[in-house]
């Protein structure tokens, strides 16, 4: 059985930085390509940041680009999200998930992803 645990959502105030961590057991970890995608109230779940399971590959939202940076430590079986000059728009519920395919191909599309955290919330004050 897969789990994924995500840690380090907090409130904090715009333009603070915060690191998320996501816990993988249950799977092997290297061999999936890892995302994270966040949801904030009364919209739907959408693409924050994606990498191969090898890390040779990373991607952005547009919105996260050039202040979000996604990595992987494959010996913890530990993805993370640091997350710097955060704005109010990112206050949201952030989820890590599995790729659904050993050595699939990073996405930005949630239906590529079979396993999901329970999510963590990231708030930010202006």
């Known amino acids: 059985q897969v789990q994924l645990v995500e840690s380090g959502g907090e409130l904090v105030q715009a333009g603070d930085s915060l690191r998320l961590s996501c816990i993988v057991s249950g799977r092997a970890f290297s061999r999936y390509s890892m995302g994270w995608f966040r949801q904030a109230p009364g919209k739907e779940r959408g693409f924050v940041a994606a990498i191969n399971w090898d890390s040779r590959r990373a991607f952005y939202g547009d919105s996260v680009r050039g202040r979000f940076t996604i990595t992987r430590d494959n010996a913890k079986s530990t993805l993370y999200l640091q997350m710097n000059n955060l704005k109010p728009e990112d206050t949201a519920v952030y989820y890590c998930?599995?790729?659904?395919?050993?050595?699939?191909?990073?996405?930005?599309?949630?239906?590529?992803?079979?396993?999901w955290g329970q999510g963590t919330q990231v708030t930010v004050s202006s």
């Open positions: 998930a599995s790729h659904r395919h050993p050595y699939g191909v990073a996405t930005s599309r949630t239906v590529d992803f079979d396993s």
